[in-house]
């Protein structure tokens, strides 16, 4: 079973709209939406939930205020202020370091493990589908993602799956690399803008660490040929393969307001050049192999 994550260095490239589409040209298949801080992918594949599971994520410092002997010791320590002057907790300051719990000399403090959001196993027309949503302002993200990834590849194994297709998050941070280490190919769907080529070569550093195999697919190349030369030139120097390139078409935003992958909507020149973006990367993935 091989997982392939769709990833890029700033959010709006278009990795959603890719991975909504290949999940429905592809076949026999896990799909995961790891993008949890922003989680849209099942605006595309109208998912049933068949499985809720809430997900606990950090700690929150909890105040017996009847052993509390008001020292003002944790008052003093707390680096984020999260405790106030009536000995209560504010919840959207606790860190959930600890600090307060092992120093309160009464031993009044506690840290309570928190529900910070849900993770869902749905069905789509397309796949078993994997995904979650995070609480406002909570975090643990990443851990958030490791678990949605978890659950993909114990269902993959057990559905005897070829592919998990994970939608990564934007970015370089933690719930990027929560979603790409491991995985046999990470995707980085980028754009021919002046962001899209500084994110780009951030993103694909970060894949490379990790020593996760990379190849690029631009969207949208024909807004820019010069920005699209001048990616393809960056990826021919640092030998990294174009799995392909889409173009710009209106059909995109119609799919999206339909709420239907994009290879559901139209059957116009973006579809075809999906297919065989799709090809490819499965001839990619059967002789991918994980850096040494």
Not at 31 to 50: M, S, T, W
Not at 208 to 216: D, I, L, N, S
Not at 260 to 278: F, H, K, N, Q
Not at 280 to 285: A, D
Request: aromatic share 6%.
């Amino acid at each position: 079973m091989k997982q392939i994550v769709f990833i890029s260095g700033k959010g709006g490239t278009g990795k959603t709209v890719v991975t909504g589409a290949l999940a429905a040209l592809m076949s026999n298949q896990i799909i995961a939406d790891c993008d949890v801080d922003a989680a849209n992918l099942h605006l595309l594949l109208d998912p049933v939930v068949r499985e809720q599971h809430p997900f606990i994520g950090g700690k929150l410092a909890v105040i017996d205020t009847g052993l509390c002997i008001e020292c003002d010791e944790c008052i003093d320590y707390c680096r984020y202020g999260a405790i106030r002057g009536d000995y209560t907790v504010d919840s959207l300051h606790c860190e959930g370091c600890g600090l307060c719990s092992h120093i309160c000399p009464s031993d009044a403090i506690e840290m309570v493990p928190q529900e910070v959001g849900e993770w869902y196993l749905s069905e789509t027309g397309y796949g078993t589908f994997v995904h979650a949503r995070l609480g406002i302002g909570a975090e643990n993200s990443g851990k958030m993602v490791a678990k949605i990834r978890e659950v993909a590849r114990e269902l993959g194994s057990h559905q005897g799956s070829d592919y998990v297709l994970i939608d990564g998050p934007p970015g370089i941070g933690c719930p990027v690399i929560a979603a790409i280490s491991g995985t046999d190919m990470a995707v980085v769907v980028t754009e021919p803008t002046c962001a899209g080529i500084h994110d780009f070569g951030r993103i694909v550093e970060v894949a490379e660490h990790f020593r996760v195999p990379v190849q690029v697919l631009i969207n949208k190349y024909d807004l820019n040929m010069e920005l699209t030369r001048k990616i393809e030139n960056l990826c021919q120097e640092n030998r990294i393969e174009v799995a392909g390139t889409l173009p710009y078409s209106k059909s995109v935003a119609e799919a999206m307001r339909q709420g239907v992958p994009m290879t559901e909507y139209s059957d116009d020149g973006i579809v075809t050049a999906l297919r065989e973006i799709g090809e490819r990367l499965i001839r990619s993935l059967e002789s991918v192999k994980i850096y040494d």
